[in-house]
Structure formats: C-alpha cells, structure tokens
C-alpha cells in the first residue's frame, strides 16, 4: 500500500529537549515536505527536499532542521523545542520535485505538545 | 505575492445544498490549483485539481471554477452530503517554484 509514514503520532515533551519525528515514503517520490498545522493559520510549510541532500527552507523554518540522506526518509528534528511549537506536524511527498502538480500523499499527522 | 487567500473560514449548510468554497491568488506563475479534504484526524488527501488552461471542472459532485482574469477559483460541492462534512484546503504552486502554497482552510459541516 502507497503510503506515507510518520512516527510518532503523538508526542508530549519538555522545553528544550531535542526530539526527532520521522517520515518515510514507500512510493520512491523525490519531492518531500513537512507542514505544521495551526487553527485559523491552516497548513504552513516548515522545510521541503526536492531529491536527497537537497532541501530548502519553507515559510516557518526557525527552530527546526531537516535531512534528507536518503530517498525514503525525511525527519523533521527540533533541537531545542519551545512551547510555540506546539502543534500538528504533516509529512508530505510527491512524485516529482519539478512538478507540483502531481498528487501529494500526506501522512497522518504528529501532534506534538512542547510543555 | 506568494498568498492564497481562501473564504469562508467555516460554513454549515443543509444536506443537499451546494456550498462554495472561494480562493484568490496572487501568483500569476501559479499554474496548477489543488483542492485537498481533510477529515478529523487524517492528513489531507487530494480531491479534485484544476490547472488555468480550462475554467471548469467536475469530478463527481466536486466542480472547480477557475477565472483566470481575476486569479480567482471556487470549489462547488453538488448534492451535499454529511460525509462531506470536512475541512478543505486549496492550493496554489507552479513549476518554477517547490512548494504548494495552502490557503487557511474552510471547514465545512452538512447538517442532516
């Protein structure tokens, strides 16, 4: 089955404490993205990798890092999580890097509280 | 520049009615224009696309309307039923460019 995967699906943890979610895709898409979602703010794309070793910032990169060392896994690491955030994290992949225009498979999402 | 502005921010409305769903982008280099449905606890998944060669289409009870001259779409949902009862995003990206810009959603609830 074509998915995408991302563990864990929920995660409590304290200021400050590095914490990686991790993310892998079955269907050998190049492009990858994480997304955190916030109400009334909707989906806000953190990093993207359009191939391995390669990766860009999205529009709310701070206070996260990303890798990209092989085609199936992209992880989404905060190094030092702060409260602000707290919220619901999507990994997302899709065929091509060029082509936006194909279907982007999400995860089921990572709700993570920074207490 | 890069904005995808999308409204309402909820909506209700009775089974078997049409809610609509609007968006407006600013990019002219977008050219492809997705629509994704997200249920409680899911991640979104695609529901219909559209790209600004056509100013319509349907797929099932799902119609995009896209007006090219005002860079704006519409998600039209025919027949209404509770099961559509979701939060749906809409998107905009381009070839030049490596990420879908979303807009803020719209959650949708049918009433019975």
């Known amino acids: 089955e074509a998915q995408v995967t991302q563990n864990p699906r929920y995660l409590i943890t304290v200021t400050g404490k590095k914490l990686t979610v991790t993310c892998s895709q079955n269907?050998?898409?190049?492009?990858m993205s994480w997304y955190r979602q916030d109400p009334g703010l909707g989906l806000r794309q953190i990093y993207y990798?359009?191939?391995?070793?390669?990766?860009d910032k999205g529009d709310v990169p701070e206070g996260y890092k990303v890798s990209r060392k092989e085609k199936r896994n992209f992880p989404l690491i905060l190094e030092s999580p702060s409260p602000n955030q707290t919220s619901l994290y999507f990994c997302?992949?899709?065929?091509?890097?060029?082509?936006?225009?194909?279907?982007?498979?999400f995860g089921q999402g990572t709700r993570l509280t920074v207490v | 520049q890069q904005q995808v502005k999308q409204s309402p921010q909820s909506l209700i409305v009775q089974k078997g009615g049409i809610p609509i769903i609007n968006c407006a982008y600013e990019?002219?280099?977008?050219?492809?224009f997705p629509w994704y449905q997200q249920f409680p606890g899911k991640g979104p998944a695609l529901l219909i696309a559209?790209?600004?060669?056509?100013s319509e289409k349907k797929e099932g009870r799902f119609t995009i309307s896209f007006n090219k001259s005002a860079k704006q779409f519409s998600l039209h949902i025919m027949d209404s039923q509770p099961g559509d009862s979701a939060t749906y995003f809409c998107?905009?990206?381009?070839?030049?460019?490596?990420?879908?810009?979303f807009g803020k959603g719209t959650k949708l609830s049918v009433k019975p």
């Open positions: 998107a905009g990206g381009g070839r030049s460019q490596g990420n879908l810009i």
């Open positions: 269907m050998n898409h190049e492009y």
């Open positions: 990798s359009m191939n391995v070793e390669v990766t």
């Open positions: 997302a992949s899709s065929y091509s890097a060029g082509a936006v225009n194909t279907e982007a498979f």
């Open positions: 559209i790209r600004p060669d056509v």
């Open positions: 990019n002219t280099a977008f050219d492809y």
